[in-house]
Structure formats: C-alpha cells, structure tokens
C-alpha cells in the first residue's frame, strides 16, 4: 500500500541552527501539505503546496519557513534559523484530490536545543 | 474562520464496550467535509472515518459509525465492540469544499480502552 514517508524521523538541531524535513508524498498525488504538533497539543496546518506553488499558509508559516518540490517526488519544508518554539513533531501530508483523504506520514520529531 | 471544538479531554472505556467520542464546529458554509483521525502512541495520523456534509446518511466504517447533525453542527464518533488496539488520541477535523484546502483539528480526545 502506498505510503507517506518522512525522513529523518528524529531531528535535534541547536537553535538558529537551519534543518530541511524531508517527505515523499504518495505518487500519484496532487496536494502536498505540512502540518506540525507541539507535545500534548492540536495538530496545526502550516502550509499547502499545489501545482508547484503554496496556496494557502498559516500565519505560523512566517519568513523563516520554506517549501520545495525540488524533484516531482521529494517535497521538502526548510526552517532558516530554529528557535526553541520550533520543537514539535512535523507531519507531512498528501492527497490526490482537494477534499480527499489526506495521508499523514509517521511525523519527524524536532527537538532545538 | 472555522473552528473545531472537542469537550472531552480523555476517556475510557471497558475493551468490548461502545463509547462515542463528541466533537462540535463552527463554519458559515454548507459544503465541507468532516474527519475522525486517530493518533496512537507511534503518532502517525490515520484516518478513521469522513463525512460529506451534503449527504445526510451517517458515515460508518466496520466498528466506527458517526452521528452528524449538521444544523446542530455536531459531529461525534461511536466506537462499536471496542478493542485494546483502540487506544489512542483521537482528531475531529474539518476542511472546507471552498477555497484552501487545510484540514482544521480540534484538540483531540484520549480514549484508553481497559482491558
């Protein structure tokens, strides 16, 4: 069965330190999304990409955040310089069609020290 | 904006036993659509079940089956015959037929199934 895979699945990083999320979203799909998790809380939407270009973002999503689909299989979420707040775990999503099940990979865990 | 409301923090249950988990939301639209994701303790997010809010009939899928009223904007979760495998922190979401096409969550509801 097709899957959303995310790599690495741990991350530690020093603050203002810069980290790339990696994930390969199911193939045949058309909406790539990012979402993230602070520990204990709601999962909140980052950022959608659709047709090589973001369609919506979260006011979250500010100037030190970044999405690439730089290959038509890797789709990529970059954060310049980490802060503390930054700490969560990150799900990367995808679907064929808007509306459509999302498929959640299994989430990379970011730690900043 | 939308928003996505979950009153029951946690809750437990008897393994066998049936439990319903609630979720309430606000939107001005009429077309959208609405999902249960569970999260268990590996944390990956999978879907449970999904409801278009133009069909009337209840959503079920084997043992999960939903109530959603739409003029009363609620939403909830009945688990059927639960199982140990149940356990987990479980997501209402939202997303609209209109526009972007983010899911909004609520803030979950821990269901622990005892043994």
């Known amino acids: 069965e097709p899957e959303v895979t995310q790599t690495p699945s741990h991350q530690v990083t020093q603050m203002g330190q810069e980290v790339i999320l990696r994930c390969v979203p199911i193939?045949?799909?058309?909406?790539f999304y990012w979402y993230r998790q602070i520990l204990g809380q709601k999962v909140e939407f980052l950022v959608s990409f659709y047709n090589n270009e973001i369609s919506e973002k979260s006011e979250i999503f500010d100037d030190q955040f970044s999405v690439e689909r730089p290959d038509g299989s890797n789709f990529t979420l970059k954060i310049r310089s980490t802060k503390l707040e930054d700490s969560a775990m990150y799900f990367c999503a995808s679907s064929r069609h808007k509306n459509t099940e999302a498929f959640f990979g299994q989430g990379t865990r970011l730690t900043v020290v | 904006a939308q928003t996505v409301t979950q009153s029951q923090p946690e809750m437990s249950v008897q393994e066998a036993e049936t439990v319903t988990l609630s979720c309430t939301y606000d939107?001005?639209?009429?077309?959208?659509?609405l999902f249960w994701y569970k999260q268990p303790p590996s944390r990956q997010m999978i879907l449970v079940i999904r409801q278009e809010a133009y069909k009337q009939q209840n959503a079920t899928e084997n043992r999960f089956s939903v109530n959603f009223q739409k003029a009363a904007k609620s939403f909830s979760l009945k688990i059927s015959d639960s199982q140990l495998g149940d356990t987990a922190m479980y997501f209402c979401a939202f997303t609209s037929d209109f526009g972007n096409e983010k899911l909004t969550f609520g803030t979950g509801t821990r269901l622990t199934i005892i043994p």
């Open positions: 939107t001005s639209e009429n077309n959208y659509y």
């Open positions: 193939s045949n799909h058309l909406y």
